[in-house]
C-alpha cells in the first residue's frame, strides 16, 4: 500500500508544497483531514488524550505513533517510550523531531519487548478493522505486556452516522471502509473500527480482560483501560 499519509506528514514537516489530505469512506461524502492535527503541542490535545498520557507508566509502546507528537509528550516527562509505526516517512519524520526510539513494523509482526503500558491515540485502535481481528489483537497484546500491564486507548460509538437507526448489516456497524488519497495517490480500501464502549467491553471480556473506561466527552468520544483479569 502506498504510503500516503506518511507523505502528508513528511511534505508538511519540511515545509514541501502541500496538497490536501482526504479520507474517501462508504457512507458519504470524502474529507479533508487537517495534516497539522498530528503536529499538536499538549497545550492543543483534547482532555481525553491528555487523561491518556497522564496514566501512562513504566515501559510505553505507542502504537501507530504517526507523526510522534505523544511520544514527545511523554519523553518530555522522562518517560520510557517506543514509537511503533509502520509508515517509513512517518517514522524518518520521528526521528527528526526528536523521537529516540522507533520501530517500523506492523504491530501484529511486533514481538520481543514487554511493555507496561500499550498505548493507541486517535483512535489507533481502529488499525484491527473489524470485531475479529479485534480479538486476535487483544491476544497478541497479551503477549506484549508484563503480567500487570494496561493498554489504553480511545474510541467512539458511530450510530449517530445511521441517524439512530442502525441498518441491518452482516457486519457490526462501526467497521468501516476508508482510503487515503494524497496529490492524485490513493491507498486501497481498508477497514477501521470503531466500537462502542458496550461491545468493547463484551469483547475484551470474552478474551480475559476487564475494561474502565477512563473518560467520555460529549461526542461518543471515550477513553478506555484494559488490564487482564
Known amino acids: 500500500m502506498a504510503d500516503v499519509l506518511g507523505q502528508a506528514i513528511y511534505d508538511f514537516y519540511h515545509n514541501l508544497p502541500l ?34 498520557l497522564q496514566n501512562c507508566r513504566g515501559k510505553i509502546l505507542d502504537i501507530g505513533a504517526g507523526a510522534g507528537s505523544h511520544v514527545l509528550a511523554l519523553q518530555a516527562k522522562d518517560a520510557d517510550v517506543t514509537a511503533l509505526e509502520i509508515s517509513p516517512k512517518a517514522c524518518v519524520v520521528m526521528e527528526q523531531r526528536g523521537v529516540n526510539k522507533i520501530v517500523q513494523q506492523d504491530i501484529f509482526m511486533f514481538e520481543g519487548d514487554r511493555f507496561d503500558t500499550l498505548l493507541l491515540l486517535m483512535n489507533g485502535i481502529g488499525l484491527t478493522g473489524n470485531i475479529a481481528t479485534l480479538k486476535q489483537f487483544l491476544q497478541h497484546a497479551n503477549k506484549l505486556l508484563k503480567p500487570s500491564g494496561q493498554l489504553i486507548f480511545d474510541s467512539s460509538d458511530v450510530a449517530y452516522l445511521y441517524n439512530g437507526s442502525i441498518p441491518g448489516m452482516d457486519h457490526y456497524y462501526g467497521e468501516i471502509l476508508y482510503r487515503y488519497e494524497y496529490k492524485k495517490q490513493k491507498t486501497g480500501w481498508f477497514n477501521w473500527l470503531y466500537i462502542d464502549a458496550k461491545t468493547l467491553t463484551e469483547t475484551a471480556a470474552s478474551e480475559g480482560w476487564k475494561t474502565e473506561i477512563l473518560g467520555k466527552d460529549e461526542d461518543d468520544q471515550y477513553l478506555a483501560r484494559l488490564v487482564l483479569k
Open 19 to 52: 496538497g490536501k489530505l482526504w479520507i474517501h469512506n462508504k457512507y458519504g461524502p470524502r474529507e479533508e483531514m487537517p495534516v497539522n492535527v498530528y503536529f499538536r503541542e499538549p497545550e492543543e490535545m483534547p482532555d481525553l488524550e491528555l487523561v491518556a
